[in-house]
């Protein structure tokens, strides 16, 4: 009979999957009754004939191979709910996966740093936990760890549990790896703990080694080197440059000379040798600067608490070079624009500046045109060039789009535009002036009341020098609103007529009055025979005649020593004829008080 219930024990061993627990817990039941069903009867054996034990025997198989049935029916029935479940997580977790592709794309992940070291990144949470707060908590795990000096070391291992695996140091927790991170991470969950384990085993042994004590001697070692390193780097640049300034001196005495520029002395000895002593103290301040900014990092470096700052300290030296460096690089294309615009007005303009050099020298005539014309014009267009050039160029200039360049270029324009009102009004005046053609520099003029010769005209201004020599400087605007008198230009196309008023009693005939003054005329240097001088009668007074000598000159620069010339002549000739240069005037003369003193009272004719 046992060997019955072992049969049936092996079937249903056979039958049953090890999925099924609850099919083989029935199975276990049923034959332990069995066996204790059987501990009964043999009891009773001795008293139950064969034929009524083969009955029973045959009864119990019989029972046994119904149970047997029902307990294949559950079996059915399992496996077929477990197929189901399997099927619905396999839907889900493919669900899971393209949601987690299409997310993997556009989300980075939180790192997990430690020192500065990028260990590996978590995307999913954990139990309310985010992935930022189980990354923080990961590194400050490491950290601690990391920074502890225990002698003992203890390894990284994982330790399993149904639905996670833990990373364990010793008794702490270093992190937990659930199936979320191995669907983002794309690797099994086994295979993937054990990737960060590795990766934080590695890790906490670097920071232990780190941390050590002989660790931070061999540190505090480097630092103090570095220090006396820079020390007798200071000193070393120290004493040669005393060397050089020593041979400056030497060499000033001996064979230094003055820096001379077309006869200017620009610097003496004892300024020069000045100037390069302090060139060379600028250029050591300036080594002993670079030193100290190289040694600096280096010193923070050495230290892992301060190898953070070292970095920022480098990234502030290295940064701000880098950027003008690349500002440099990039700006290259539009400095050759630049050149290109320079070029192509530079020579418009000697194009110009030769066009006007032959229009002023008169070899080439242009109808309309007169040479006079040809400087200020030129000056107008090269003007309007650059400004053309200016406007083209100032987009291309580095810092033209920023509102700090913007906002200065309209504030000096406004300033301009409200400050130089006069200024640009004897501007303008000044071309007009020039297109009017008035005068001409080296043109005897009389603007208001002054007389004196065209020295110099601009834009702005016109000097004049007087027959006293005087330097006389007329804004352009006073002359546009004043009257001009052009006496130079008056003689070059007419002859200019000079002329001078005398009075002559009527006693002298006026035929001899006229003789003498043209005759006077006549003899005086710079006085044209053609046209003949005339003599012009202005008035007849009651006392006198008013007679006016003119005559014609060519050179108007002489006008004052030809009228001095003429006015000797006048008296010269009066005299030789016997003739007063005197008008007649009559007055009377009162003595005494009229009427008491009638007797003192007289008239008296007088001729002077």
């Not at 400087?375 to 053309?388: C, D, E, G, K, S």
């Not at 027959?467 to 003689?491: C, G, L, Q, R, W």
Request: overall charge positive; some cysteine; proline content about 3%.
């Amino acid at each position: 009979m046992r060997r019955i219930y072992f049969l049936l024990l092996i079937i249903a061993a056979f039958c049953a999957t090890p999925a099924h627990s609850q099919l083989m817990k029935k199975a276990g039941e049923f034959i332990s009754s069995a066996f204790e069903g059987e501990s009964v009867d043999s009891l009773n054996e001795g008293n139950i004939s064969v034929e009524e034990r083969i009955r029973r025997d045959s009864l119990k198989l019989q029972e046994m191979t119904l149970q047997l049935q029902e307990l294949k029916m559950k079996e059915i029935t399992l496996n077929t709910a477990l197929t189901n479940n399997q099927k619905a997580d396999s839907i889900k977790k493919a669900e899971q996966l393209r949601m987690i592709d299409s997310l993997r794309n556009v989300t980075p992940g939180v790192p997990v740093i430690v020192m500065e070291d990028t260990l590996f990144r978590l995307y999913a949470s954990l139990g309310g936990r985010s992935a930022l707060n189980r990354a923080e908590s990961i590194a400050e795990t490491i950290e601690e760890i990391g920074k502890s000096r225990r002698l003992r070391r203890d390894t990284v291992h994982l330790f399993e549990n149904e639905n996670y695996i833990d990373i364990m140091y010793g008794d702490k927790v270093l992190m937990t790896v659930t199936e979320q991170d191995a669907l983002w991470a794309g690797r099994d969950q086994g295979d993937l703990a054990g990737a960060y384990g590795r990766i934080l085993s590695a890790k906490i042994k670097f920071l232990q080694n780190e941390n050590s004590f002989w660790q931070i001697l061999k540190r505090a070692g480097l630092f103090v080197a570095v220090i006396l390193m820079q020390c007798m780097v200071f000193r070393l640049i120290n004493w040669l440059f005393r060397k050089l300034r020593r041979k400056i001196i030497r060499f000033k005495q001996q064979k230094m000379k003055a820096l001379v520029v077309k006869n200017y002395e620009v610097l003496n000895t004892h300024r020069l040798c000045r100037v390069m002593i302090l060139a060379s103290n600028l250029l050591r301040y300036f080594i002993l600067l670079v030193v100290l900014i190289l040694t600096v990092p280096i010193l923070f470096s050495i230290f892992p608490q301060t190898e953070s700052l070292a970095m920022k300290i480098l990234y502030y030296i290295l940064d701000p070079v880098k950027m003008v460096l690349k500002s440099v690089v990039d700006y290259i294309p539009n400095l050759f624009i630049i050149v290109v615009i320079w070029y192509c007005v530079r020579y418009l303009v000697k194009g110009f500046h030769y066009l006007s050099h032959e229009i002023e020298t008169e070899k080439l005539k242009i109808s309309g045109f007169y040479p006079e014309w040809a400087q200020p014009t030129f000056n107008i267009v090269r003007f309007l060039l650059y400004a053309f050039m200016i406007a083209m160029i100032y987009p291309y200039l580095p810092g033209a789009k920023s509102g700090v360049f913007q906002g200065i270029s309209v504030f000096v324009g406004l300033i301009v535009s409200l400050g130089s009102s006069t200024v640009i009004s004897n501007f303008i005046a000044g071309f007009v002036i020039t297109y009017m053609r008035p005068f001409k520099p080296g043109d005897f003029i009389k603007v208001k009341d002054t007389v004196g010769t065209v020295v110099e005209k601009t834009p702005f201004i016109t000097r004049m020098k007087t027959i006293k020599n005087e330097i006389v400087t007329i804004p352009n605007s006073f002359i546009m609103s004043s009257d001009t008198v052009n006496y130079s230009a008056s003689a070059r196309k007419y002859g200019l007529i000079i002329h001078t008023i005398m009075t002559m009693g009527y006693d002298v005939p006026w035929r001899k009055v006229h003789e003498l003054l043209i005759k006077s005329a006549l003899q005086t240097s710079g006085v044209l025979e053609h046209p003949k001088p005339f003599v012009l009668e202005l008035e007849l007074n009651d006392n006198y005649m008013c007679y006016q000598i003119n005559a014609y000159i060519k050179d108007a620069d002489m006008m004052p020593d030809i009228m001095s010339d003429l006015l000797q002549h006048i008296q010269d000739n009066f005299h030789d004829a016997e003739i007063d240069l005197v008008a007649p005037h009559f007055f009377s003369k009162r003595e005494g008080e009229f009427p008491k003193d009638r007797a003192k009272f007289r008239r008296i004719h007088s001729l002077d």
